[in-house]
């Protein structure tokens, strides 16, 4: 009896340290092979500093990633401040674009710093650019199997146009050639105060957006796939060819032509932060398909894969969100010896 009242403190309290705190995202991001991480801050020790840091590492980290001796570039972002002003367009691939699948370049917040669809913390990206021309925060070209991380991105103040803005635009790469993934990013307030549109994520070929929300945004991902991705208070919320387990909810238009498949548009009850489903919801939680079994996914894609964090049910829940009840909420198991 004396054995197991000591051994009972133990287990309860490895109990509380594994479970997901409330609207947690448990994340296991697949790097690629071979990496080479550099850091991206303010602070003077990072490798790359900003704001000219990002353009520098492009351009250090351009060409061909293949062959057995070449490295994978990572870039670890730091909220060394708390937005990062993007006054230029950062072009990927105007050199020799790489087209290893399995050396990729990377931009992904650093562990601890991730956004988590946090409006005031983690990694933000801040679109400042202003003229009379068409401008997009990172501009992919050709550049093929590019991914970007647990990142946030917002407009600054400063932000105008008369033309078409956006964050991440990688129409021209050739059809084909690679996969841009964006995973676990939140876009947010992004509105064009000038007569041209904003595009969160602007693209027609293969590219791919997991566990991402638009929230209040002008057009949310126009892209060829959305998996497990939110759009709220929106003017488009979805322009993929292919959305599966996606909510879009409280847009002028939810979804802008393609197939959905497993989508809810209405009935979704959302915690204070308007995301998040609340306790309440039955039209999102446990209704997800099971897309590891299916699509084959790998945590480069969810990084929420069953008995990894994606479920807390029966099933996956719809959209970019997993619900996780409150720890207060939870019940403590009392065990009599």
Not at 39 to 62: M, N, Q, Y
């Amino acid at each position: 009896m004396k054995i197991a009242i000591k051994f009972f403190p133990s287990v309860l309290l490895i109990l509380l340290l594994a479970a997901p705190a409330s609207g947690a995202v448990v994340s296991s991001r697949k790097m690629p092979l071979n990496p080479d991480v550099k850091t991206f801050g303010t602070d003077p020790s990072r490798d790359f500093t900003h704001p000219t840091g990002l353009a520098d590492w492009e351009l250090a980290t351009r060409g061909n990633i293949t062959g057995e001796e070449a490295k994978s570039p990572v870039l670890e972002c730091y909220a060394d401040e708390a937005f990062y002003n993007i006054s230029a367009q950062v072009a990927f691939g105007n050199a020799v674009a790489n087209t290893s699948a399995t050396k990729f370049r990377v931009i992904k917040a650093a562990s601890g710093h991730e956004n988590r669809f946090r409006k005031n913390a983690g990694v933000i990206f801040r679109h400042a650019m202003t003229g009379i021309n068409d401008y997009y925060a990172f501009n992919t070209l050709d550049e093929a199997y590019l991914s970007f991380h647990d990142l946030g991105f917002t407009a600054h103040t400063t932000h105008n146009s008369t033309k078409n803005r956006g964050i991440i635009y990688c129409n021209k790469i050739t059809t084909g050639a690679g996969n841009t993934k964006i995973v676990g990013c939140y876009f947010f307030d992004l509105l064009n105060v000038g007569a041209g549109r904003f595009y969160t994520v602007f693209t027609s070929r293969a590219k791919l957006a997991f566990n991402c929300v638009t929230d209040n945004c002008d057009y949310g991902l126009q892209l060829s796939n959305a998996f497990n991705c939110t759009a709220v208070g929106c003017n488009v919320g979805f322009s993929a060819n292919f959305a599966t387990n996606c909510i879009a909810q409280g847009n002028v238009t939810d979804f802008s032509g393609g197939t959905q498949t497993n989508c809810v548009t209405s009935g979704v009850v959302f915690a204070d932060d308007g995301i998040s489903l609340a306790p309440s919801d039955i039209a999102a939680r446990d209704q997800g398909m099971d897309l590891y079994g299916t699509h084959a996914f790998n945590d480069d894609g969810m990084g929420r894969k069953r008995g990894n964090g994606r479920t807390t049910g029966p099933a996956w829940d719809i959209g970019a969100l997993e619900f996780y009840a409150p720890l207060s909420a939870r019940r403590i198991p009392f065990l009599l010896f």
